[in-house]
DNA sequence: CGCACTTTAGTACACAACGTAAGGAAGTGG
DNA sequence: CCACTTCCTTACGTTGTGTACTAAAGTGCG
């Protein structure tokens, strides 16, 4: 142990300042002033020299308030890039973004399905070398490379992996040391729903003092917290897993030993599972019944949802109904007043679960006389991890962790 | 909102060390330069400022390790004091403590009962008052009063308190500002979940980097998050309403409009209306049957099963059983390494909850491999709330907000 | 258009807090 | 007794912020 207090560094300083700019998007001097708590002159020296750095530009004027104009501040997009890399079983998504979160060019290749965790890891690196090359960054300004990944932290910094074959097939492959040994950059390694968090907050410019939660929908259902603009990570970095809330104390066994957790009642596989009950609509759906086509099956049973069939809103409805009685339960737990739905498993129907998870919170939730918790759908679109993990590695390297309040 | 950034002031870093010295106890020069990351020059530079303040006093000397044998340093105990009050139903708690959280005097009273907001804390004032005088300290040692409500926080800083009678019969009533025009000393209010935690904290020296939980268990259940050194509040200081958790979705309706809530299956309430269908035991117990009597009841019930009466013994478990479920799901969503048992319910048969709770968190929890989550009785007995309370004070006048990590 | 006023931005200097370096104090072990 | 270790303090330099003042750039009215 031994970083704790060090008075107020210019480091901190600048990266308190820059989350104000990140935030605002567009700022005086003077608005920073009065937000920060810093007087004037100190806030025109930390400018100074992040103009001085090139992270932020002048943009021209504000509004007359009758007198000086003053004069806008913003990022300076193009000072700073950051890769991101979503890694999942049905496909790896990459994104080149700038500093604001923009992404400036993107890839999709094939997801890492049963590979042995050497192998995909290679494949990454290569393909990561080429899309830096492509993007045509110049490279002095790639802060780093972030991952996400559908896992959990193990002890020695080291991230597992579900994937659908085996389950922690890749439990003890260290990813971010193999992939640090291959590419020259800072790797940060987070988990999807995580990423996902950080994203909106990033590129979706949520200021640090707002404290809110992402649902991440992929082959489960995660969660990502950011409280007091940074990640929380609990005691172990594992914070999030809501997969296996327990919902219904007799209800059905599930892998991990539990009954009645969420995810073997609302996640993709269990709705695919209803929907093979149902024989009429396997056949006109043509369910393939094998575990590892469980995630496209999914997706075709929420396009049809999306498309108004009944039947198929209906399992779509179900399966939100069991997410907003565990978002209202999390809800009552951590005073929330923001939830961001993000991931692939929302991309067609995610406002049918934005619906039925708005409706409990405003019937149920405890807080609700007080202020509404809002449910919204991600802006970013199916890349939202890849996006988050990008925001990540700008987060960690330009806005380390901020403090006070 | 003008407060942010303002350098390391003195302020910060004394509070920051004091911190320190809570957590260790008995602790050296060297161990804070190492812990705080400070230099030895700092450490020596703050120190004389605490001792000259008399907050700390010199203990003797530690163990020769090979050269000058080092300085121990702790509370100076007596240097300040505070009180702290607890008010419930069916009794009101005072406690007055000195600055390690250690009991100077005490004084329980009855409840608030059916009491009008006004005249219960009339009464209380008067209690208080009496209170100190007869605690004998040094009334400029007073840094202020706590108060432990069950209860939500209102929009303006207003406490809303249950009570049984009517719910919500306090609701309008401004708890905070009431006290405060009586006494002239700081008057700091929160739920009693909460002041348990901080409790646990202060009292028990736990550091600032572990972020815990403590369950308090009085008519129903709540819960108090620590991170960070200090109490999580949420977006409306309503974080711990952990009562209507959903752990069946086709339970029985709750009061609250749910179905299944932790409250309805396991609170004492719940309890004692499944000793109310055995005819027998509700005869063997003299249940009286009424609203008013459930805690009193919930009691009788919980002697009994502490004294290994098999019937009774189940009814607890039961409860137990719920309430490890909930845990279960909360630690997964928090990545908890610490969860502390706490308030009158548990005063009985604290030992079943932990014992159930521990089973299920070491079979299903999903960090187990990582470590594990401790569940533990809490030492504070049961005043934990009015003890707690008291330690809030302390911890918000000598070491406000703790940053950095 | 000129002049009084407002708002923004920057400079000079003082102050506060921490680090570095050096040395004194108090002990150990040969 | 003396070399060495560890603890603690003092003196001084560096860094970062606030205060006070000034310059710059605008507005609005007569």
């Given at each position: 142990?031994?970083?704790?207090?060090?008075?107020?560094?210019a480091?901190?300083?600048?990266?308190?300042?820059?989350?104000?700019i990140?935030?605002?998007?567009?700022?005086?001097?003077?608005?920073?002033?009065?937000?920060?708590?810093?007087?004037?002159?100190?806030?025109?020296?930390?400018?100074?020299?992040?103009?001085?750095?090139?992270?932020?530009?002048?943009?021209?004027?504000?509004?007359?308030?009758?007198?000086?104009?003053?004069?806008?501040?913003?990022?300076?997009?193009?000072?700073?890039?950051?890769?991101?890399?979503?890694?999942?079983?049905?496909?790896?998504?990459?994104?080149?973004?700038?500093?604001?979160?923009?992404?400036?060019?993107?890839?999709?290749?094939?997801?890492?399905?049963?590979?042995?965790?050497?192998?995909?890891?290679?494949?990454?690196?290569?393909?990561?070398?080429?899309?830096?090359?492509?993007?045509?960054?110049?490279?002095?300004?790639?802060?780093?490379?972030?991952v996400?990944?559908?896992?959990?932290?193990?002890?020695?910094?080291?991230?597992?992996?579900?994937?659908?074959?085996?389950?922690?097939?890749?439990?003890?492959?260290?990813?971010?040391?193999?992939?640090?040994?291959a590419?020259?950059?800072?790797?940060?390694?987070?988990n999807?729903?995580?990423?996902?968090?950080?994203?909106?907050?990033?590129?979706?410019?949520?200021?640090?003092?707002?404290?809110?939660?992402?649902?991440?929908?992929?082959?489960?259902?995660?969660?990502?917290?950011?409280?007091?603009?940074?990640?929380y990570?609990?005691?172990?970095?594992?914070?999030?897993?809501?997969?296996?809330?327990?919902l219904?104390?007799n209800?059905?066994?599930?892998?991990?030993?539990?009954?009645?957790?969420?995810?073997?009642?609302?996640?993709?596989?269990?709705?695919?599972?209803?929907?093979?009950?149902?024989?009429?609509?396997?056949?006109?759906?043509?369910?393939?019944?094998?575990?590892?086509s469980?995630?496209?099956?999914?997706?075709?049973?929420?396009?049809?949802?999306?498309?108004?069939?009944?039947?198929?809103?209906?399992?779509?409805?179900?399966?939100?109904?069991?997410?907003?009685?565990?978002?209202l339960?999390?809800?009552n737990?951590?005073?929330?007043?923001?939830?961001?739905l993000?991931?692939?498993?929302?991309?067609?129907?995610?406002?049918?679960?934005?619906?039925?998870?708005?409706?409990?919170?405003?019937?149920?939730?405890?807080?609700?006389?007080?202020?509404?918790?809002?449910?919204?759908?991600?802006?970013?679109?199916?890349?939202?991890?890849?996006?988050?993990?990008?925001?990540?590695?700008?987060?960690?390297?330009?806005?380390?962790?901020?403090?006070?309040?």
């Amino acid at each position: 142990m031994a970083k704790m207090l060090r008075g107020a560094t210019a480091q901190e300083t600048h990266s308190a300042i820059l989350d104000l700019i990140r935030s605002s998007g567009t700022v005086t001097r003077v608005d920073l002033a009065d937000r920060s708590g810093l007087t004037g002159a100190s806030i025109s020296r930390v400018v100074k020299r992040l103009l001085a750095d090139g992270l932020i530009i002048e943009t021209g004027y504000g509004d007359p308030t009758g007198g000086k104009r003053a004069t806008l501040l913003q990022f300076n997009p193009r000072a700073r890039h950051a890769v991101g890399i979503a890694v999942d079983t049905p496909s790896t998504t990459y994104v080149v973004t700038d500093m604001s979160g923009r992404v400036i060019e993107q890839l999709s290749s094939r997801g890492i399905g049963k590979d042995a965790p050497a192998t995909a890891v290679r494949r990454i690196t290569a393909e990561l070398e080429d899309l830096i090359v492509k993007a045509g960054i110049e490279p002095s300004t790639l802060v780093g490379v972030g991952v996400a990944l559908a896992g959990r932290q193990g002890r020695g910094g080291t991230r597992l992996l579900r994937t659908d074959s085996e389950k922690y097939a890749w439990e003890p492959f260290a990813v971010r040391d193999t992939l640090k040994a291959a590419i020259d950059h800072p790797i940060v390694v987070e988990n999807d729903s995580t990423c996902a968090a950080i994203g909106e907050f990033w590129a979706g410019k949520i200021p640090s003092v707002n404290d809110f939660a992402t649902v991440y929908l992929a082959a489960g259902f995660g969660l990502g917290l950011m409280t007091n603009g940074d990640v929380y990570r609990g005691s172990s970095s594992n914070v999030g897993e809501i997969g296996h809330m327990v919902l219904d104390v007799n209800g059905p066994m599930c892998w991990c030993g539990g009954q009645g957790c969420l995810e073997s009642l609302a996640a993709p596989a269990a709705v695919v599972a209803r929907a093979e009950q149902d024989a009429a609509l396997a056949d006109k759906l043509g369910l393939r019944g094998r575990q590892t086509s469980v995630r496209a099956d999914f997706a075709k049973i929420a396009r049809l949802a999306a498309g108004g069939d009944p039947r198929c809103v209906q399992l779509i409805e179900e399966s939100a109904t069991y997410l907003a009685k565990a978002l209202l339960s999390i809800t009552n737990l951590l005073d929330l007043d923001q939830i961001i739905l993000a991931g692939p498993g929302f991309s067609e129907t995610g406002d049918i679960y934005v619906r039925l998870a708005t409706q409990e919170l405003n019937r149920l939730s405890f807080v609700r006389a007080m202020h509404p918790t809002r449910v919204e759908l991600s802006k970013l679109g199916p890349s939202a991890a890849a996006l988050g993990a990008a925001s990540l590695v700008l987060h960690s390297q330009l806005t380390p962790h901020q403090n006070r309040s």
